[in-house]
Nanobody, 124 residues
Framework: QVQLVESGGGLVQAGGSLRLSCVATGRTFSSYAMGWFRQAPGKEREFVAA????????GYADSVKGRFTISRDNAKNTVYLQMNSLKPEDTAVYYC?????????????????WGQGTQVTVSS
């Protein structure tokens, strides 16, 4: 298992940008695929983006494709989510997750380690 700590959330106006970071400690970070999920009030947790162990493969939810970019720096044990052109409907708690596999998944059941979440609020 790895321990995950997210940061970078906050309040931003529609059209603005934020970059979320997730730092991992514990087991070998580079052997994990990583993902970002989010949960808005009253809604189920949903997939946002995921990245393979070396960063060569990524996947995105249709709702964020073209606006969000996931990346990782294995030397820093960190995964990022760059969020541009933010919309009020992006408001949610964003969670970083680790999957003990090389390749990403969009199913939260495939991820065994989770961070505590960081709040993103987009005002209209």
């Amino acid at each position: 298992q790895v321990q995950l700590v997210e940061s970078g959330g906050g309040l931003v106006q529609a059209g603005g940008s934020l970059r979320l970071s997730c730092v991992a400690t514990g087991r070998t970070f580079s052997s994990y695929a990583m993902g970002w999920f989010r949960q808005a009030p009253g809604k189920e947790r949903e997939f946002v983006a995921a990245i393979s162990w070396r960063g060569g493969s990524t996947g995105y939810a249709d709702s964020v494709k073209g606006r969000f970019t996931i990346s990782r720096d294995n030397a820093k044990n960190t995964v990022y989510l760059q969020m541009n052109s933010l919309k009020p409907e992006d408001t949610a708690v964003y969670y970083c997750a680790a999957r003990q596999a090389f390749y990403p998944s969009d199913d939260d059941r495939d991820f065994g380690s989770w961070g505590q979440g960081t709040q993103v609020t987009v005002s209209s």
